[in-house]
């Protein structure tokens, strides 16, 4: 086990963890308004302060940690499937089922993935749900593109030959032979692509078409922020820095992995 | 002597891009019940393209023009993809040249001979594991337990060919086609292999087509020989025949070339 591996695997660890147990272990409702305690500093009662409305920050973000997370897990879930399916496919058949698919995500590609999600967020009500998808629907050119390159070179293996040679279908052949030794890129470029996708809530709340408030995301309680953001310094500080150690730690572990993995 | 297989005019190019390239020329073959038929000839005479052909597991840039394999009566070569998979593993089995990269780096032996039982038979995980241990004790595995839970690379070449043989002979297939499987072996590994081969072949009768450049092999396994050169046949004789009185320039060629290193 390398240093970095061990370094995210930890960070990660200790943010899901806490995400799990928010009930638990958030010290505060994290909505619950206290109109004689607006903007209060860090100190012994609030650890990270509180905000304009008087809400703890801490009990806040814990909340925040897990919508954070799960947005970023759920969406790159599904851009690794669809990219899977979609990049074996096109790799293992060549031809014209190749052309089309990759077409596809030229023309995917060719949209800025941003301003995509957020024309669809603004047509459609920007709840978690319907952001998980979106973001998850907007980003699985890149897995598709790997594993197509993966499959490519894997299908002219010899011990693939062998397969054929002993009746397994194609189906048997892609599904628990080509994709099991592909795995590994993916796996690194899926640890990579939650990063991502927190990273891209966090815009999107920022702009508002996010996670709707009261519901605490890191990217919407920095919003919130923004308006204080001279005499209160707290409320922008710690989201901004949860954002940063998060994104590293999922860095750090897909750059383990990738040594791992080879 | 019934034929199992019978060959005709089997004709295969490989067309790249806008070149095509004739690789094997109306190749004419049969495999009788229960014989060891050696199929010679140098590197890229056709011989395991002609091998391939049989249950049409090619690579893609080959195509069959024309041509039959008759098996059991059922010209293999029209069937489509679906009714092949019913004969390849079941009825004709391969067994390759390197046999470590011919078995799936991420699955342990047990779990690829397993797969090779189960995707024929209707056995149960359980049944299909102790099978598989039984197949291993078939090949005269050493410590047949144990190399259930190892993977390619823990293994030597020899005991991968035996793993692979193992595989092969999962469903017990009629005919067995062995494309120059002692090749990357060494000749001590290889002599055992080729003994194995026909212990095996009496024990459980099936059809054998040998593909080597090895004439030597030949020599010692053999019913009847073809000799391939250029995409064509271009002798066929039983053993002694051939041996005691060549007549293409080619199997003369084959013979003086193992008779050469023999006297080194």
């Known amino acids: 086990m390398n240093k970095s591996l061990l370094v995210g695997i930890l960070i990660i660890a200790i943010f899901s963890i806490i995400a799990i147990f928010a009930q638990a272990i958030s010290p505060y409702d994290p909505s619950q308004i206290d109109a004689s305690k607006l903007l209060m500093p860090p100190s012994k009662g609030h650890l990270l302060g509180t905000d304009s409305l008087g809400r703890d920050l801490l009990s806040r973000m814990i909340y925040g940690a897990r919508i954070s997370l799960t947005i970023g897990l759920i969406a790159v879930g599904i851009a690794t499937i669809i990219g899977l399916i979609l990049g074996s496919l096109s790799g293992f058949y060549g031809g014209f089922m190749d052309t089309l698919i990759m077409r596809f995500v030229d ?17 459609l009500e920007p709840s978690i749900f319907n952001i998980m998808i979106i973001i998850g629907l907007t980003s ?10 993966e499959i490519l070179s894997l299908k002219e293996r010899e ?73 209160a310094w707290w409320i922008t500080l710690f989201p901004g820095l949860a954002i940063l150690v998060t994104i590293l730690g999922f860095n750090f572990m897909s750059e383990g992995l990738k040594k791992i993995l080879g | 002597m019934e034929n199992l297989l019978e060959i005709r005019n089997l004709k295969v190019i490989f067309v790249q891009g806008n070149s095509v390239i004739s690789a094997v020329d109306g190749v004419d073959l049969d495999i009788g019940k229960d014989e060891v038929v ?18 049409k597991v090619l690579p893609k840039s080959a195509k069959i023009v024309s041509g039959s394999a008759n098996f059991n009566g059922r010209d293999l070569l029209q069937l489509g993809e679906e009714s092949l998979l019913n004969f390849r593993g079941k009825e004709i089995a391969y067994i390759f040249q390197e046999p470590t990269s011919f078995l799936n780096p991420v699955y342990s032996i047990g779990n690829q001979i397993i797969e090779a039982i189960m995707l024929h038979q209707n056995k149960s995980k359980k049944q299909a594991r102790e099978e598989a241990l039984d197949l291993l004790n078939l090949v005269k595995m050493a410590q ?6 190892d993977y390619p690379h823990q293994l030597s070449g020899g005991m991968n ?23 990357s072996l060494d000749v001590t590994i290889e002599a055992e292999i080729l003994r194995l081969l026909t212990d095996l072949k009496r024990k459980l009768g099936f059809s054998l087509l040998f593909i080597t450049h090895n004439l030597s092999i030949a020599k010692r396994i053999a019913d009847r020989v073809y000799v ?19 007549q293409h320039f080619h199997t003369k060629e084959l013979i003086s070339a193992y008779e050469k290193i023999g006297r080194i």
């Open chain 1, 107 to 123: 023309i995917m590609l060719c949209f800025p993935t941003f301003f995509l999600i957020l024309a669809v967020v603004a047509i």
């Open chain 1, 140 to 149: 699985w050119m890149g897995p598709a593109r790997l594993i197509r390159s």
């Open chain 1, 159 to 231: 011990f693939i030959q062998a397969e054929r040679a002993i009746g397994a279908s194609n189906f048997r052949i892609i599904s628990f032979h080509l994709i099991p030794n592909a795995i590994g890129p993916v796996l690194v470029n899926a640890t990579l692509g939650i990063a991502g996708a927190i990273l891209l809530e966090s815009g999107l709340s920022f702009l508002g078409l996010g996670v709707q408030p009261p519901t605490p995301s890191w990217g919407n309680i920095l919003i919130e922020s923004k308006s204080t953001l001279g005499v």
């Open chain 2, 38 to 55: 050696v199929l010679a000839g140098e590197s890229g005479s056709g011989k395991t393209i002609t091998a391939l052909s049989i249950t």
């Open chain 2, 144 to 149: 047949p337990q144990r190399v259930l839970l």
């Open chain 2, 161 to 183: 060919q035996r793993a692979f043989m193992a595989m092969a002979l999962a469903c017990k297939p009629h005919l067995l086609i062995a494309d120059e499987p002692t090749t």
């Open chain 2, 228 to 246: 391939m050169y250029k995409g064509k046949i271009v002798e066929e004789a039983g053993r002694e025949q051939i041996f005691n009185s060549p």
